[in-house]
């Protein structure tokens, strides 16, 4: 990517002399990209991203859809003793 840079700088600098205004145009296009990026990308890192309270809204979702049914047991079913109350 250096090289790129570079050699499309040595190409254009013939082009961009000091009698010219191009030299003074491309440093301030090439200065409002520079500036233009840095706001991206400073409001790309303040906001929070999404992917985490979704990724758990659908590890939940599927817990739940694998979840097996469980009977509630009744106590007064034939073939089990019922629990004695306390202190008798």
Excluded: C, N
């Excluded at 570079?6 to 200065?31: F, K, R």
């Excluded at 089990?80 to 202190?87: C, L, T």
């Amino acid at each position: 990517m250096g090289r790129a840079l570079a050699g499309i700088w040595t190409l254009a600098i013939p082009a961009l002399g000091p009698d010219s205004g191009l030299l003074a145009a491309a440093v301030l296009t090439a200065a409002a990209a520079l500036f233009a990026v840095l706001l991206v990308s400073r409001a790309a890192a303040s906001r929070p991203t999404a992917a985490p309270l979704l990724a758990r809204a659908t590890a939940l979702r599927e817990s739940t859809r694998k979840a097996a049914y469980l009977p509630l047991r009744d106590p007064g079913a034939a073939g089990r003793p019922r629990p004695r109350a306390p202190g008798q």
